[in-house]
């Protein structure tokens, strides 16, 4: 597969996977992925705040080794690590509904920014300031459907051994979140081959990440992941539960995109832009058909609320 041919902007090709979550196995005793933990966190951290959501649970995830994230968003012939345990929901019932109960919408913000650059600095500045845009824009509304708000982490690293295990192969993930130590990965190398210097890419990459925050703080990403436990590995029903979490994922961007449209930094060319971007990612079993990716961004950012994003609700052909 020729990555950098297919991800290239202009080309009839796609990306392939906007992330898979971190499907990781364990590998390690705990003596060695904590050093391996050491050794990535001392020169890479980025952005370490984290806020109560990272218990006591999600540091014993790390040390364990655990799989703690939405394991059948691997590609095709990956291994599937459905097998490893979930956490088990913190929060089952009800209550991991109320943030699309709410019906709420974002409050409007403005984005202020720096300009897209190539290298590390200046992407860091770039993804930061998005951060703390998104971070004003799902505050609110974490805290209208009264769940804890943490502040994200974020990587940077080409390193592929991680806090959370090893990266999966470039040719299959571009960019993670990982729901274990609540940090968004973006490795450099991976993700300008993908994006290149394409502004509206790298708006709505790191918005759809950020999504996956949100399922993590509202209590969605523990309720599918216990549910994934209950299907076979790879299985039709396993994949499209996949497919219906990562699809809000891209519902959770267009809202921020709507909500940043026309502000700031974000004109609201730049937000449509960035919403059609969805366009351009692989089908695939585990995020969906490029139609419905792109078109579960232009619900969230058209329809503007909360509650459109009701992914596990929608008929099967919308989640395909
Ligand atoms: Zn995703």
């Not at 996977?17 to 005793?29: G, Y």
């Not at 571009?174 to 708006?203: F, K, Q, W």
């Not at 609320?305 to 008929?315: G, K, L, Q």
Request: glycine letters at 10%.
């Amino acid at each position: 597969m020729n990555v950098e041919g297919e991800s290239r902007r202009g080309s009839e090709g796609s990306r392939p996977l906007i992330d898979d979550d971190l499907p990781l196995a364990p590998r390690q005793s705990s003596g060695d992925l904590a050093q391996q933990a050491a050794h990535v966190s001392e020169p890479e951290t980025e952005r370490t705040g984290r806020g109560p959501v990272l218990s006591v649970a999600g540091v014993l995830a790390l040390v364990l080794g655990v799989v703690f994230l939405i394991s059948s968003v691997a590609g095709p012939d990956d291994t599937n690590a459905s097998a490893a345990a979930p956490m088990g929901a913190k929060d089952p019932g009800s209550r991991v509904d109320r943030l699309l109960a709410t019906g709420t919408s974002l409050p409007r913000v403005s984005c202020d920014l720096p300009e897209l650059g190539g290298d590390r600095e200046a992407l860091r500045a770039f993804y930061l300031a998005e951060i703390e845009c998104l971070e004003r824009a799902w505050r609110p509304v974490i805290e209208e459907a009264d769940r804890p708000f943490s502040e994200v982490g974020l990587r940077l690293s080409d390193d592929p051994v991680t806090e959370c295990g090893l990266l999966p192969p470039s040719t299959k993930v571009t960019a993670l979140y990982c729901g274990a130590n609540e940090m968004i990965y973006l490795p450099i190398t991976r993700v300008l081959e993908g994006l290149d210097l394409n502004r509206s890419a790298h708006l709505a990459t790191l918005a759809h990440e950020y999504g996956h925050h949100v399922q993590r703080m509202s209590g969605i990403m523990d309720r599918v992941n216990a549910e994934l436990g209950t299907f076979e590995a790879g299985s039709s029903g396993d994949l499209e539960l996949g497919r219906r979490f990562e699809l809000q994922a891209n519902c959770f961007a267009g809202l921020f995109l709507e909500s940043a449209a026309g502000r700031g930094s974000i004109s609201d060319t730049d937000a449509k832009a960035a919403v059609e971007d969805f366009h351009n990612w692989a089908d695939s079993q585990t995020h969906g058909t490029r139609e419905n990716q792109a078109d579960w961004a232009r619900k969230g950012f058209e329809e503007a609320t909360v509650s459109a994003c009701d992914t596990r609700s929608a008929a099967a052909p919308e989640v395909g």
